[in-house]
């Protein structure tokens, strides 16, 4: 059940804010908090380091949440993560991760950072996609590094940037100041959990937390990266309405329920519920009946 909240627009981007009846039952951290408090160490898998994995030790007392589509930067190429995670205390993971940094495989720092966005909707997209393809192949949470490359360069080439190592952030923090001061036109509510992101009439993303002060983190990241994709286009007539806007999601989530979806161990704890249709695909994140995050990208 949601219960609608919210809904704000500018330029051509439009959100909807909600709450569902799962919100602060969990508790848990975000990457950033516990990155930032040295609960955590993200690191390299060893000293030759390994394209599609790293490790993460969790030293302290808290279970700690990263998202599909954290950006981690530093160590030997900056990489994106496969797939939303919980990490359980005093543990050590494996994390799938791809590489948004082709052309750089030298340390710049023994330890990852999070950056202030998360990746764009298209790679988020694509990654899922290929996820899902592995898991149901029997493999694990890869995805085609190949394209998650290709969408980094032509992010590179939508936006006439360059960079040096073909590094997605160089290509963010070419306009990360006009980002920001769009992205501070936005104002997330402390009563929801969820958000709803259109570009123009289409809706791109849907994103659940479990904790209300995790979505709080999360909503400038999730709009930063959007707005490197949408940011450039020009106003136009085609925005959505409120009330256009809220029907879409009320429909979505009355029929959503009756999607088949297939579980799997969750890279961290928990279990992964994959799902897939013509309109969407994604996958939701549960702990001990808990969501802990629920994300549906448009296809």
Known sequence: ??????FQTEKELSIVQFSTNQKDTFDYISVSTALKNKYIEIKELDEDGDV?????????RQYVFIMDGDIL???KQNRVLNTSVLLAPASKTILPVSCVEQGRWSSIS????DADYVA????????????????YAGENFMADQSEVWENVQGFSNLHHSYSPTSNLSDIYNEKKDTFDKFIKLFDPKKECNGIAIFVRKNLITIDIFNKGEVYTEYFPKLLKGVALEAYHLKKSDNTISQEEASNVIVNFFNKFDSIEKKEFDGVGVGIEERFETKEFTGFSLN???NLIHSAVLFI
């Open 52 to 60: 599609n994995n790293l490790i993460v030790t969790n030293k302290s």
């Open 73 to 75: 930067e530093g160590a």
């Open 287 to 289: 702990y001990k009946s």
């Open 120 to 135: 764009p909707f298209e790679i988020r997209k694509q990654k899922a996609i290929s996820v899902k393809e592995s898991l």
């Open 1 to 6: 059940m949601i219960n609608i909240q919210n």
């Open 110 to 113: 023994e330890k990852f950072y």
